[in-house]
């Protein structure tokens, strides 16, 4: 697995979380391409803090080119056309945001650390376990296909033949990646009920009360439209 990436800020995951509630709510609720645009660069901006520079990047792209598309290319194309792919192009977009906040959480902390502010909202551990056991396994999976893709390479094989030997041990791999981070995370006791301990340190700061002064502003802004 990928290691944790550390930026110029640090956030704790309870402020990370929140922000993407408040993301997820407002990028639904909000029918303004200004708000949109507002809350997308905002997010890239605390992204690019926290390390993920080039995923800021690419997200930046993929709604420019989605919003070009809808505003310069779909009022020229026939109405079948664009009946079949207006949906796509109207929410992706506001599924961006939310994605890089989603990278944020999953790619600044520990799972542990994930595991515990999920705690600190009082979310069940029949939710929490499945969730901890999933960001741990789509990482190790995408490793696993890297391999046996690069040993396909080697010998050559190309075609359907390709995909036919590339299939099938994916599909074992995947079986077996899931049993072997199941059985390593009940052996760490996470099944056991007795309260747990965390040595990190998830005290906030001052950027976390700056974030959680966005959310609210966001918030305000949705409800009164205070300035977009």
């Not at 989605?66 to 207006?86: C, E, N, V």
């Not at 599924?95 to 906040?101: A, D, N, S, T």
């Not at 959480?105 to 069940?124: C, D, E, G, Q, V």
């Amino acid at each position: 697995m990928e290691g944790i990436i550390k930026g110029i800020i640090k956030l704790n995951p309870l402020t990370e979380i929140i922000l993407l509630i408040s993301v997820s709510i407002i990028g639904f609720t909000n029918e303004s391409i200004k708000m949109d645009i507002l809350i997308l660069v905002m997010i890239a901006m605390i992204s690019s803090c926290t390390g993920l520079t080039r995923t800021s990047i690419k997200a930046l792209s993929i709604f420019a080119i989605l919003q070009g598309i809808k505003y310069f290319i779909f009022p020229i194309l026939p109405d079948r056309i664009s009946a079949h792919f207006g949906l796509l192009v109207v929410h992706v977009p506001k599924l961006i945001p939310i994605f890089l906040v989603g990278q944020i959480i999953i790619k600044t902390n520990s799972i542990r650390s994930i595991m515990y502010a999920l705690r600190r909202i009082h979310l069940p551990e029949s939710l929490i376990i499945p969730l901890a056991i999933s960001i741990r396994y789509f990482p190790s999976l995408r490793e696993e296909r890297t391999l046996i893709s690069d040993a396909i390479k080697i010998r050559g094989v190309t075609g359907l033949k390709k995909i036919k030997l590339g299939l099938i041990p994916l599909i074992v791999t995947a079986s077996n990646t899931a049993d072997e981070l199941a059985q390593a995370i009940t052996v760490r006791g996470i099944e056991n009920p007795a309260r747990k301990t965390f040595v990190d340190n998830t005290s906030f700061n001052i950027w976390d009360g700056i974030m959680i002064v966005l959310c609210l502003l966001m918030f305000f802004n949705a409800r009164f439209k205070l300035f977009l």
